[in-house]
Each structure stands twice: as structure tokens, then as C-alpha cells.
């Protein structure tokens, strides 16, 4: 008996609809980075790209626990000599709510070669209204 591998046609892409409204940042996060990765499919391989769209709506009323919303911040580098960026919790949440949403699914994803396309499949939005409506209405 072969083990089944599917090929790039073969790979079937769903659309899902998560909305963030009063949930837990990470278990959000991670709940999206499964269905990007495909994993709950009975066709998943690790070395191929067999995830699924998803839009994530709501973002700006993620919650986090604890102190978090105090204590948490966001740090780049851009590799030169004073790059370093740092930014709170409450500033990227009142500028930029969705990539609070980006930057913790981006984290639980593997990183590999895979990890960009993966993210190119996942839309988060501030509000209620997006561009894919069509994709689930039916």
C-alpha cells in the first residue's frame, strides 16, 4: 500500500471566517495558524502548503489577559546601529489593530520556506465589513 501524496492540483482551498470579538489573543492566533497550515485536513504533509483562507474580522476587540496590556511590547531592529524600535501594547492597538493579530499568528507558524505564502492567505480586518463578502455568501 502507497502512502498518498497530494499533488498541487489535487489541494483543495476552503474559506474561513473567524471573528476576534471578546477571544483571547493567542488562542485566536494559534486556532488561525492551524487552518493556515491545513493541519486539521485528512491530507496534510508537512512539506507541502495544503491550508485554507482565512479572514479574521474584529481585530480591534481582541482581548489579552493579565498585565499584558500594560507590559507588552513590540520590538524591531533594522540591523543598523540605533534601529532599535520599540512600540506598547496600547499604541499598535489604537494605530494598527491587525497586526497584533499578524504578528502573533506569524509567530506560531513554522519558519520555513512555507511561512509566506501561508501568511499571504490571511486577511485581518479592524471592523466587521472586508473585501472577501462573496466568498461566503451563499
Known amino acids: ?3 498518498f501524496q497530494p499533488g498541487a492540483k489535487e489541494i483543495k482551498r476552503a474559506w474561513h471566517l473567524v471573528d476576534a470579538k471578546d477571544k483571547v489573543l493567542g488562542r485566536v492566533a494559534s486556532d488561525v495558524a492551524e487552518l493556515l497550515m491545513g493541519k486539521g485536513k ?3 504533509s508537512r512539506h507541502l502548503d495544503s491550508g485554507d483562507f482565512v479572514v479574521v474580522i474584529n481585530a480591534e476587540k481582541i482581548v489579552i ?3 499584558k496590556s500594560k507590559q507588552k511590547v513590540y520590538i524591531t531592529h ?3 546601529p540605533g534601529g532599535f524600535k520599540s512600540k506598547k501594547y496600547a499604541k499598535v492597538l489604537e494605530d494598527h489593530p491587525e497586526r ?3 504578528h502573533a499568528i506569524k509567530g506560531m507558524l513554522p519558519d520555513n520556506k512555507l511561512q509566506d505564502p ?3 492567505r490571511l486577511t485581518v480586518v ?3 465589513t472586508h473585501k472577501f463578502a462573496d466568498k461566503f455568501t451563499k
Open 126 to 128: 479592524a471592523g466587521e
Open 1 to 3: 500500500m502507497k502512502t
Open 100 to 102: 497584533i493579530l499578524e
Open 78 to 80: 533594522s540591523g543598523y
Open 118 to 120: 501561508r501568511m499571504a
Open 65 to 67: 489577559t493579565g498585565n
Open 42 to 44: 485528512t491530507d496534510f
